[in-house]
C-alpha cells in the first residue's frame, strides 16, 4: 500500500526529504569510492538544475548523455523545478535563431555593434506566469533533455532582464540552436 | 578637429570614458566594464537617464540606447552623470577621445544632472579629487577641466590646493549643463520651438465663406422630399439587411465604409451610422461568447482516458479574462466550448499549426490532444467569435490576419468586427505538465 505525498503532512515530508538527501548522499559518497570519476549523485542533478552557479563537470555530462536513468531522472527534475519552459523551435529556418519565445517568455538575442563578438540577452517574462515565490535564478539550455549551457539571471527586481554574453558562448549559441529546450527555473 | 577626453570622478578613483556606442533601440543602455561582456549595476540607472521619459540623451541628442565602457568601476550613485552627459555631447559632436585616440583636451567631472539640465551637488568631492591626483598629474600638460558642481566650488578649489593640483587644472564649478558643454566648445543642439504660422485674413474670410455654404447645404438637403429619400433608403437598407443575413459582412463593410464617405451626399453619413447602430444589434445579449475548458486528467500509467463513468468528473473551468491566463495542470485532452450566442465560430492554436476551428449554431467545440512530453507546458489560444449573423464568410476573411499565438486578436480587428455585429474574445489557456509522476 502506498502513502501518497500529501497524506504525509508538513512534518512527514520534511522527514522523508531528509531521509532522501541522506540515502543521496551516502549513495554519492560510496560511488566516490568505488569510482574515479563517479556517476552523478541525485544531488549533483538537483544541483545543476537549481543552483545557477553549478557545473556538471565534463565527464558528468556525459555519463548523463549515456545513461538512460540519469537522463529520465534530470528530464523529471527540470520538470519539477523549471518554471516556464520553451520547447525546440520548429526547424524552419536555417540560420541561428535571435528569438525564442514559450508560454509566458520571450528570450532575444542581440548582436552588440560596440562588439560583434559580444551579444546582448534579454529575457521578458510575463509576471502572471511566473508563480514562483523569489525571482527566477537561471535559464536553462537543454537538447533532448541533456544540458547544454545556463546562464545565471542576475539578482534584479522586474522580469525584463538584459545580459552581455560572448557570442561564441555555450549560452549564445545555444539560445540561437533552433534544436533545444529552454527552461527557466 | 580636436578630442577631449571625459573622466568620471568616483569615489573610488577615475574611470575613463573608453568609447560610447549606439545600440539597437531594443536594447536598454548599459554601462560595461573596459570593452567586456560585464554590465555594471549603474545599467539601470544610466536606461533612465538615456531614454525618454526621464532620460535626458535621448531628448537633447536623440537615440534611444547606447553603451558606454569605463575604464573602471562605477558601483553606485548618481555622479557619473555629468560626465556622461559631455561624453554624448561630445559623441554627438565627433569629438569623444576614444579609448587609444590620443585627446587634445580632458575633462574631469563629477555631478548629477537633473531633467531640467541643472547639476545638483555630490558627496566626497576632495576624495574623488585625492584619488584622481595621479591622473590630474598626468594630464597637467593639457590643462584639464575639472568640473563640479557650483556648491562644491570652495571644497574643490581647497582639495586642488592641497594636492598641488591647483595651477595643473582648470577648475569650473558649474551650476547647468550648459556652462559645462560652453567650457569645451559645444552647445545644446537649438531647438527653439517655432510659433505657428498666424493663419492670412483671406484664409479666415474664405473658411467663413466655406461655413455659410455647408449651412446653405444642410439646408437644401432637408429641403428634398421626404418621400425621394425615404424610397431610396428603403431600398438601399433591403439590400444591405440582404446582404448582412447572408453573412457577406466584410463586403457589407466596405460597401458601408464607401457610402459613409461619399462626396457631396448629405444622408450618406447618418443613413450609414444608422444602419451600424442595427448591425449592432446582432451582437450576443450577454457581452460576447462565452468559453469553457474540459479537460481530462493524464494517467499516471502515461494514458489518456476519460473517466468511466462513475469515476471523477472532467476538470472543468470558464477561462479567465483575457487579460490574464487560466493555468491547468497534468492535462492530456481538453476539450473547448464557447457558446452564448446564436451563431458562434472557434479557432484553437497551437504554436504547432494548423488551427483547429469549428461553427455551430448556439455552441462550437473543439478537441485537442496535447503533446505526451511530460516536461514541457503547452499553451493554447482561443479565438471566440459570436454572432446573430452567419460567420462562415467573416471567418474566412478573418483568418489569414490573425497573428500567430500566443498574440490575441489585435484590438482594430476587434472593432472592425464589432461594428458588423461580431463579437470576439481571446483567451490564453495554458495546461502545465502534471509533477510528481
Known amino acids: ?185 | 578637429m580636436s578630442r577631449t577626453r571625459v573622466h568620471i570622478g568616483t569615489t573610488e578613483g577615475p574611470a575613463e570614458i573608453q568609447r560610447l556606442t549606439a545600440e539597437p533601440p531594443e536594447i536598454r543602455s548599459v554601462v560595461c566594464l573596459d570593452g567586456r561582456a560585464v554590465a555594471l549595476p549603474i545599467s539601470r540607472d544610466y536606461e533612465g537617464f538615456v531614454r525618454r521619459p526621464t532620460g535626458i540623451i535621448e531628448r537633447v541628442w536623440g537615440g534611444q540606447a547606447f553603451r558606454m565602457d569605463v575604464g573602471a568601476r562605477v558601483t553606485d550613485g548618481l555622479s557619473w552623470q555629468l560626465g556622461a552627459f559631455l561624453a554624448h555631447a561630445l559623441h554627438a559632436n565627433g569629438r569623444l577621445a576614444t579609448s587609444g585616440v590620443a585627446p587634445d583636451a580632458a575633462v574631469w567631472a563629477t555631478g548629477e544632472v537633473d531633467a531640467g539640465l541643472a547639476i545638483r551637488p555630490v558627496d566626497e568631492i576632495p576624495r574623488k579629487l585625492e584619488l584622481s591626483a595621479e591622473l590630474l598629474r598626468g594630464l597637467a600638460p593639457l590643462r584639464p577641466w575639472v568640473m563640479v558642481p557650483a556648491e562644491a566650488a570652495a571644497a574643490a578649489s581647497a582639495a586642488l590646493d592641497s594636492l598641488g593640483l591647483a595651477a595643473a587644472c582648470r577648475l569650473l564649478p558649474v551650476a547647468r549643463a550648459e556652462d559645462a558643454l560652453a567650457a569645451i566648445g559645444l552647445v545644446l543642439p537649438g531647438a527653439a520651438p517655432r510659433a505657428p504660422d498666424p493663419a492670412p485674413p483671406v484664409r479666415a474670410r474664405r473658411k467663413r465663406l466655406m461655413a455659410v455654404g455647408i449651412a446653405a447645404m444642410v439646408l437644401l438637403a432637408i429641403a428634398v422630399p421626404a418621400g425621394w429619400m425615404a424610397v431610396t433608403w428603403r431600398r438601399t437598407f433591403l439590400a444591405w439587411t440582404d446582404q448582412a443575413a447572408s453573412g457577406d459582412l466584410i463586403a457589407l463593410d466596405q460597401v458601408l465604409d464607401r457610402t459613409g464617405a461619399e462626396a457631396g451626399c448629405l444622408t450618406c453619413g447618418p443613413a450609414v451610422r444608422r444602419f451600424r447602430a442595427w448591425l449592432a444589434t446582432n451582437l450576443p445579449d450577454d457581452n460576447g461568447p462565452r468559453i469553457e475548458a474540459e479537460g481530462t486528467q493524464r494517467s499516471p500509467y502515461g494514458g489518456c482516458r476519460p473517466p468511466p463513468p462513475a469515476g471523477p468528473a472532467p476538470v472543468r473551468a470558464a477561462l479567465a479574462d483575457p487579460s490574464g491566463l487560466t493555468v491547468s495542470t497534468g492535462l492530456c485532452r481538453v476539450r473547448y466550448l464557447a457558446s452564448g450566442a446564436p451563431r458562434i465560430a472557434l479557432i484553437v492554436s497551437t504554436r504547432q499549426p494548423p488551427d483547429s476551428v469549428a461553427i455551430g449554431a448556439g455552441e462550437a467545440a473543439v478537441t485537442l490532444d496535447l503533446p505526451a512530453l511530460y516536461i514541457y507546458a503547452s499553451e493554447q489560444r482561443v479565438i471566440a467569435l459570436g454572432s446573430k449573423l452567419p460567420l462562415e464568410s467573416v471567418l474566412a476573411w478573418l483568418r489569414p490576419q490573425i497573428p500567430p499565438p500566443p498574440a490575441v486578436l489585435p484590438d482594430p480587428l476587434v472593432k472592425r468586427l464589432a461594428s458588423v455585429g461580431i463579437a470576439a474574445r481571446t483567451l490564453r489557456h495554458r495546461v502545465d505538465p502534471e509533477h510528481g509522476l
Do not use: C, N
Not at chain 1, 504525509?8 to 541522506?22: D, S, T, V
Not at chain 1, 549513495?27 to 544541483?47: I, K, M
Not at chain 1, 565534463?58 to 523545478?81: E, I, K, N
Not at chain 1, 516556464?84 to 532575444?108: N, Q, Y
Open chain 1, 1 to 185: 500500500m502506498s502513502v501518497a505525498w500529501s497524506d504525509l503532512g508538513a512534518e512527514g515530508q520534511r522527514h522523508a526529504e531528509a531521509h532522501f538527501i541522506a540515502a543521496s548522499l551516502a549513495a554519492g559518497l560510496r560511488e566516490r569510492e568505488r569510482s574515479s570519476e563517479p556517476r552523478p549523485s541525485f544531488a549533483d542533478l538537483y544541483a545543476w538544475a537549481t543552483d545557477p552557479a553549478h557545473r556538471l563537470a565534463p565527464a558528468q555530462q556525459a555519463m548523463v548523455a549515456s545513461d538512460p536513468d540519469l537522463r529520465r531522472g534530470l528530464a523529471l527534475l527540470v520538470g519539477r523545478v523549471g518554471q516556464l519552459r520553451a520547447v525546440a523551435a520548429a526547424a524552419a529556418s536555417s540560420g541561428g535563431l535571435d528569438r525564442r519565445e514559450g508560454p509566458g517568455f520571450t528570450v532575444r538575442l542581440t548582436a552588440s555593434r560596440a562588439d560583434a563578438a559580444q551579444t546582448y540577452v534579454s529575457i521578458d517574462i510575463d509576471p502572471e506566469s511566473w508563480r514562483a515565490d523569489s525571482p527566477p535564478a537561471a535559464l536553462l539550455v537543454l537538447r533532448s533533455g541533456l544540458p547544454v549551457a545556463k546562464l545565471a539571471l542576475p539578482d534584479e527586481p522586474g522580469f525584463a532582464l538584459q545580459l552581455i554574453e560572448p557570442t561564441d558562448s555555450d549560452i549564445v549559441r545555444g539560445l540561437r540552436d533552433a534544436g533545444t529546450d529552454l527552461v527557466l527555473v
